[in-house]
């Protein structure tokens, strides 16, 4: 009595090769063996696996912490002259606090379109935590940078604000806690 066209190749190998024992194994056991099989091949002979492309050690983005509290992160180094104290500066920005949250940007984040900001490098005129951020960073720079309260807006009349109404509340209603500054240097003027 045949069951099924399977029966019937069993019978038939069966029938020629009798000396053999034919295991029928799970097919998901069978699956599992070849992947365990294929990897020892690979790695007993590689020229069966698939080319690796030379891979570039991830950059470390070091962290370097000021005496007052402020700490920098350089993300891209830029190129030419460094910023001194007392210069006039072009930059972009984000603002955010320091769980992430944004509060103000001169770049849009839908249009990409960015209104840059000029502000003199000057403790009465700017936030003091800011001005040592950018002391030191060069053209096309640019710095992450955690600033505490005691080096951010201590007053309302430091740069750089915004002149809307609703950031500007947005930014000093957040002005006694951490805040991050994501800073690109576009010119030095």
């Known amino acids: 009595m045949i069951d099924g066209p399977n029966d019937v190749v069993t019978r038939n190998l069966h029938?020629?090769?009798s000396s053999l024992t034919v295991k029928r194994l799970p097919k998901r056991r069978v699956l599992l063996l070849s992947i365990g099989y294929s990897?020892?091949?690979?790695h007993i002979n590689p020229v069966f696996a698939a080319p690796v492309p030379d891979m570039k050690e991830p950059e470390v983005i070091r962290t370097l912490k000021l005496p007052n509290g402020v700490r920098i992160q350089e993300i891209i180094e830029g190129e030419g002259p460094k910023v001194s104290d007392g210069d006039l500066v072009e930059i972009n920005y984000v603002c955010?606090?320091?769980n992430g949250y944004f509060v103000h940007s001169t770049v849009d984040q839908?249009?990409?379109e960015s209104a840059p900001v000029i502000l003199p490098l000057d403790d009465n005129q700017i936030i003091k935590g800011l001005k040592e951020v950018l002391v030191?960073?060069?053209v096309g720079g640019k710095r992450r940078a955690l600033i505490p309260p005691s080096v951010g807006y201590i007053n309302e009349n430091l740069k750089p604000i915004p002149e809307e109404f609703g950031p500007r509340r947005s930014l000093l209603s957040?002005?006694?806690e951490p805040l991050i500054f994501e800073v690109q240097l576009l010119k030095v003027l």
């Open 15 to 17: 029938d020629r090769f």
């Open 39 to 42: 990897s020892i091949l690979l």
């Open 96 to 98: 955010r606090r320091s």
């Open 110 to 112: 839908f249009s990409g």
């Open 136 to 138: 030191g960073m060069k």
């Open 174 to 176: 957040h002005a006694n």
